[in-house]
């Protein structure tokens, strides 16, 4: 059942994979001319990470979830494929800038392959830690009301970030302090992902179950 639901979802962004593929081709010549592919890496599992949201737009527009819930799939079994989906997607992004990585590292071999490594994880755990955060926004009001929150996610962190670096917050952290906070940072992580994705799962099933179609 679940299966099914997730190679619809595939047949709706078969137009969205093949842009992904040749902008794949696109950015690997690009960063190979420019000498780095860091931020190309990067951009994938970012790209990834959105193209799930997609996927409500298209069941909107064609009044899916109203005729699906006709059939013997239950509302849990809709809410658990978009968790699986968001998590299968991301790491089709996670492939794309595996590639890109390794072909970084071949074009340019002084440069560590673990840095490309780090850059790819990082956005992986951005890119699900987002999905935890808009899902039970777009099952509670529906993708296009949910847009402008969606920026407002990616956003913010981005402007604090640049507000923090202006200001050299970063560069007055004690450098010890900053060596044991990297040191624990994915274990730390990965307790703060799966501890919001069980959250997230849990308020979507609630808004799912309570919601009229």
Not at 32 to 45: E, H, K, Q, R, W
Not at 62 to 77: A, H
Not at 151 to 180: C, E, H, R, W, Y
Request: glycine share 6%.
């Amino acid at each position: 059942m679940l299966r099914g639901l997730f190679i619809k979802d595939l047949i709706v962004l078969k137009k969205s994979f093949i842009i992904a593929l040749a902008l794949l081709i696109f950015y690997s010549i690009l960063g190979i001319g420019s000498g780095d592919l860091s931020f190309f890496a990067t951009y994938f599992v970012v790209f990834f990470s959105i193209i799930n949201i997609s996927t409500f737009s298209f069941d909107e527009q064609s009044k899916w979830m109203s005729y699906v819930l006709t059939t013997s799939i239950t509302r849990t079994k809709l809410v658990q494929s978009k968790y699986l989906n968001s998590f299968f997607f991301i790491l089709g992004g996670m492939l794309c800038s595996t590639i890109l990585s390794v072909v970084q590292h071949l074009t340019n071999p002084e440069t560590p392959f673990t840095i490309f490594s780090s850059y790819s994880i990082g956005a992986l755990a951005g890119g699900l830690l987002f999905n935890f955060i808009v899902l039970p926004i777009i099952f509670k009001l529906g993708s296009e009301n949910s847009r402008m929150i969606m920026l407002a996610v990616l956003g913010i962190p981005t402007v604090l970030v640049i507000i923090l670096s202006k200001n050299n917050v970063f560069a007055n952290i004690d450098s010890a302090f900053l060596t044991q906070f990297l040191k624990y940072l994915p274990y730390l992580g990965s307790v703060v992902l799966i501890l919001s994705g069980i959250l997230s799962y849990m308020i979507s099933l609630n808004i799912m179950k309570k919601k009229d179609f």
